[in-house]
């Protein structure tokens, strides 16, 4: 039976949280309002009209939300610092209580002897920002690199593990290119200036804390997924090319000193000249301690002539008959494995952290218990895919599981639940689900 203790005792054990998913207090003490409290004011934009004004109000209930982590017998919690409490309007004056917030929420996780892992970045760009243009305006490093200037220099001398962005690939894709998310902005002329600032960010994002905060621990987070190409036919097999470059290659490998994929692919040359990025190799480089690799599904792709650039579509899981999540994403710890070795294979990769992993069922509270049996499976298959990675030598240095409670799930509003417990959002009543006690037991061993 897999165990903790098979990882090795310095094997670091966590869960994550997200300001803008969790906190709610959207308007409390001086925050600014976000590009997401904005985007979910829109007409149909987020399920069920959905909103993250109050979200698990984790503003004012972190105390016993820290408590139930402790329960759980993790020793990392990851959180995200919201750019919009520190400056209500994204520059400007610093909002002190939105300081003295993350302050108390620092303490209390050292406190409790838990590892916090900051993350500088998880979506929620100051909503004044983005009528400057947010991630596609030419001051967006400006910006970006004053708001990290503050952070570490209030929180560096607790704070040693840092995050700098979460997924880049999914902001700029998601809400600059095909509007599913916020900012809900569409087109290449959105998509390639955003991409290339949050490259550059991701790396100067790395350099200040490396100036502010003596020993830290820096990383950042790549969204990836196997990219399977459907048939062994060669068109197919370019068309996951495109993909792969697209979805796990694009901000990892500028960051490792290698520039943007030079292969054969329409989006890059268009990448390269929009932005001249011959200019900011050196820049877009930064020696991290960690990758923080993220994994949900496998990605199956075709070749497609009537997609514009990319001449790819992807076979949906659904379509192959395979096991789903109620998400509709590939149940597939083989892939999760393959994923890990390619971004391992990287010679400047030093250590990996499995920043997020996880996965929604439809849960049903039977007599106050939730048997998510399903989302056990789910955790039990992933993590020995996880030590097999490791004892095949790779440098895996931790797990962070995706998430500690239910919440508000981007465009999914609090339809998706991820939570390893369970959130009445009318009463904010928590419940730990059986996958929660299962972590639990499975920690202790």
Partial sequence: ?????????????????????????????????????????????????????????????????????????????????????????????????????????????????????????????????????????????????????????????????????????????????????????????????????????????????????????????????????????????????????????????PSLGMGYPSDDFALMDKLYLHNKAWKFTERMQFDFDFIGVQNYFPVVVKHNSVIPIIQASDNSAKSRKVPITDMGWEVNPNSFYNIIRQFAAYPNVKKIIISENGAFYKDKIINGVINDINRIQYFQQYLEALLKAKNSGINIAGYFAWTLMDNFEWSEGYHARFGLVHVDFKTQLRTVKQSGHWFRQFLAQ
């Fill in 1 to 253: 039976m897999l165990k903790a203790s098979d990882f090795g005792d310095d094997f670091l054990w966590g869960v994550v949280i997200a300001a803008a998913q969790n906190e709610g207090a959207y308007k409390t003490d001086g925050r600014g309002l976000s590009i997401w409290d904005q985007f979910a004011n829109k007409q149909g934009k987020i399920k069920g009209s959905a909103t993250p004004s109050v979200a698990c109000d984790f503003y004012h209930r972190y105390k016993d939300d820290l408590l139930l982590v402790k329960a759980l017998g993790f020793k990392v919690f990851r959180f995200s610092i919201s750019w919009s409490r520190i400056l209500p309007l994204g520059t400007g004056k610093v909002n002190q209580e939105g300081i003295q917030f993350y302050h108390r929420l620092i303490d209390e996780c050292i406190n409790l002897d838990l590892i916090p892992y900051v993350t500088l970045y998880h979506w929620d760009l100051p909503a004044a920002l983005e009528k400057e243009g947010g991630w596609t305006s030419t001051h967006l490093l400006k910006w970006f690199s004053r708001y990290v200037q503050i952070c570490t220099q209030e929180y560096g001398n607790k704070v040693k593990n840092w995050i700098v962005l979460n997924e880049p690939m999914g902001f700029t894709s998601l809400g600059y290119m095909i509007a599913k998310h916020a900012p809900g902005k569409m087109g290449l002329s959105n998509f390639l200036p955003a991409i290339h600032n949050a490259v550059m960010a991701q790396a100067e994002g790395g350099r200040i804390i490396r100036a502010n905060v003596p020993h830290a621990n820096i990383g950042t987070s790549f969204s990836c997924s196997e990219i399977i190409p459907a048939t062994q036919n060669k068109k197919d097999i370019d068309a996951a090319k495109r993909i792969d470059i697209l979805l796990n290659r694009l901000f990892i490998e």
